[in-house]
């Protein structure tokens, strides 16, 4: 299969040097999705056959492989009896997961109003009106808070994840309790499709 993307990073002490290297390759690309430059469909020149100086130990560099640059993965549990709401996020960069602790990073509660239809109306919730805050936030159960509000108001709820004034998650996924077929859980889906084309 191959992967998407690469970047180049400082090798890491298990890694370097591989001794004896015999050859450096140049002009390395590939025809399909391989990521063996021995596979038949791709190309690489030796930088001794063209006359060009080889490679040495101190030279070898390392990259890392991964298939997406940007993935932000929010998700959203309600504890009914009492209200408690956790956010857990996890976000990922270039292939490494980020620590949001030390990040401008911080949630917003709502909740979700099913219309006819296939509307919906979305509330951001006021804290100390709506919810309150259980907790800094924490890798393992992410954002917490509890539902102070009147349940009956709200088909179901949601949390969306900001850094600074920008929305991390700007697409319904997991970030919320809608019934599977209500029209919040298909918007997803409406707007990854129309976000491909």
Request: net charge negative.
């Amino acid at each position: 299969q191959g992967f998407r993307h690469g970047k180049q990073i400082k090798a890491d002490k298990k890694m370097k040097p591989i001794s004896d290297l015999p050859f450096g390759k140049t002009n390395v690309y590939c025809y399909h999705d391989d990521t063996l430059i021995t596979s038949p469909s791709c190309n690489a020149d030796d930088y001794g056959q063209l006359g060009w100086p080889l490679c040495t130990p101190e030279e070898q560099i390392a990259v890392q492989c991964f298939d997406e640059m940007w993935r932000v993965d929010v998700g959203f549990n309600m504890v009914e009896r009492n209200g408690k709401m956790s956010c857990p996020v996890k976000v990922l960069k270039e292939g490494g997961e980020m620590k949001l602790k030390n990040m401008d990073v911080h949630v917003k509660w709502g909740g979700v109003h099913l219309l006819a239809g296939d509307d919906y109306e979305t509330e951001y919730f006021e804290e100390g009106v709506h919810y309150e805050s259980t907790g800094k936030y924490s890798k393992k159960k992410g954002f917490r808070a509890r539902f102070i509000g009147n349940k009956m108001e709200y088909d179901c709820f949601f949390c969306d994840i900001y850094m600074g004034d920008q929305i991390m998650n700007p697409w319904p996924d997991k970030n919320h309790n809608c019934p599977e077929d209500s029209e919040y859980n298909h918007n997803e889906d409406d707007m990854e499709s129309s976000d491909m084309d």
